[in-house]
């Protein structure tokens, strides 16, 4: 009788993704899966679009940025430079106006004149969470973006990132969930008039100036804090959204109610680990069927360089796939539909008087928070 064939398994290196063949019973560690039936994936495009976003959303951050620049000189010089009109789309770098905005929408029913905008971006970027998880993070934010180009460019200056041990990770991230905290108890002990008040008091009307300003004549202390962080995210991926960034932590908790999430499928999967190094976020992909984690920004690092067909996809509820086509076009229809209603039934800027800014801003430094 002929010897039985030695049954051929793979080792997986996690380290260099290279697979070497043994026989079982040979001594070696075993593969964690036979090799069979391997197909290898075509590109899904996920990326040059997800870049295409983010390039559309910085570069309008910047366009907004730039006008209300000049809207806030006009005033400071007493008329005397371009009058343009002032931006709405500002009011998105003012979340806690956007919270308290919220809070009283919820409870009068009605829209508050001042900062709607605010109200209304909050509101677009918590309904994408809750259909596409937490894409705001990884598609649309620009500080985001360029946390993620820095720690891309220092994985190409050094060869690699860093991450600090598990246990200082898990304490560190929860930082993020403890400021939002402190912002949502002090929006939440605030009663509906005082709500009102605030946002309508001199330093609520002018909150966006004060912010710009903030920037314009950034102090000691703050430039600094802000390099350190800066250079930190060059060697650590995505420290600022990670440990630190309340609205990721509100967006990523919306995100848990959502329907679509990364699912690897076990019998296609060749345990080459690929999909868990790439993920910024850290998650053990490679180990989990599904993704469910209030950290997945839906970025689709991990379904680009799964080699396997069928391993990895983005899924919606019973398993259908979804396309980063679908995705994409899911983002902008929520975004852009919401700010469009919001232009349409004016409740998109804030009518506050020529007079009013002429008398405010050039003093915006002087207004304390009340």
Request: proline share 8%.
């Amino acid at each position: 009788m002929a010897p039985a064939e030695p049954l051929l398994f793979y080792r997986v290196d996690r380290e260099t993704s290279t697979a070497a063949p043994c026989v079982a019973g040979s001594g070696a560690a075993p593969a964690l899966r036979r090799q069979t039936g391997f197909e290898r994936r075509e590109p899904d495009g996920s990326q040059p679009l997800r870049l295409a976003f983010q390039l559309a959303f910085v570069l309008l951050n910047l366009w907004i940025g730039a006008r209300f620049y000049l809207f806030v000189r006009h005033f400071e010089t007493g008329g005397q430079t371009l009058r343009v009109p002032r931006p709405p789309g500002v009011e998105g770098w003012l979340p806690i106006a956007g919270l308290m905005n919220l809070k009283y929408t919820l409870l009068t029913g009605d829209i508050p004149a001042v900062h709607p905008a605010a109200l209304v971006l909050l509101v677009a970027f918590l309904a994408i969470s809750l259909v596409a998880r937490k894409a705001f993070c990884s598609w649309l934010c620009p500080v985001g973006t360029l946390s993620e180009w820095l720690w891309q460019g220092g994985e190409a200056l050094f060869g690699r990132t860093f991450a600090p041990p598990r246990w200082l990770d898990v304490a560190l991230r929860s930082l993020k969930y403890v400021l939002l905290g402190l912002f949502a108890y002090a929006v939440a002990s605030m009663p509906v008039e005082a709500l009102r008040a605030f946002v309508e008091s001199p330093y609520g009307l002018i909150a966006d100036v004060k912010m710009l300003n903030f920037f314009r004549f950034l102090g000691t202390t703050a430039a600094i804090v802000i390099g350190v962080l800066l250079l930190i995210s060059v060697i650590v991926k995505n420290a600022w959204c990670r440990y630190l960034c309340p609205y990721g932590a509100l967006v990523g908790l919306a995100a848990l109610a959502s329907p679509v999430r990364i699912r690897r499928e076990p019998d296609a999967c060749i345990d080459c680990a690929k999909c868990a190094r790439a993920c910024p976020s850290r998650l053990p992909v490679d180990r989990l069927t599904a993704v469910r984690s209030a950290e997945c920004t839906a970025c689709l690092l991990c379904v680009d360089v799964c080699p396997a067909k069928g391993a990895l996809a983005l899924t919606a509820t019973g398993r259908r796939v979804v396309p980063a086509w679908a995705l994409a076009a899911t983002i902008a229809i929520v975004f852009v539909g919401l700010v469009a209603s919001a232009r349409l039934t004016g409740h998109w800027h804030t009518p506050v008087p020529d007079s009013v800014y002429f008398e405010l801003v050039p003093r915006a430094n002087q207004f304390a928070h009340p």
